[in-house]
């Protein structure tokens, strides 16, 4: 995978099911995902604006950094970038 993937929650309160199992996923399938689905993947401003949104139309409370196959320091940039780039836009997005 290569980039961090932050899958949303269900609504606070309510118990979430464990991820199916990891399959191969044909590279459509995976685009799709991206531009249409829970894979929230690119620049932090990317990942900001699709995450606020998401927010707003379903009410989640909480989304969740999750790495795919990275190195160590590939996370740790990950949850750098998160902590300090996507999470403030998020923020400014929703006071908005």
Sequence with gaps: MGHPALLPLQRPGKIQKPAPPVRN?????YDS?????????GSP????????RAIKA??????????????????LR???LYGTKVLPMVRDLLAS
Aim: proline share 0%; aromatic share 4%; no cysteine.
């Design 25 to 29: 996923v044909r590279k459509e399938e």
């Design 33 to 41: 995902e991206i531009e249409h689905g829970s894979l929230y993947i």
């Design 45 to 52: 401003e990317t990942v900001a604006r699709k995450m606020a």
């Design 58 to 75: 379903l009410g989640v409370g909480r989304f969740d950094l999750i790495n795919g196959n990275q190195s160590v320091s590939a996370r």
């Design 78 to 80: 990950a949850v750098e």
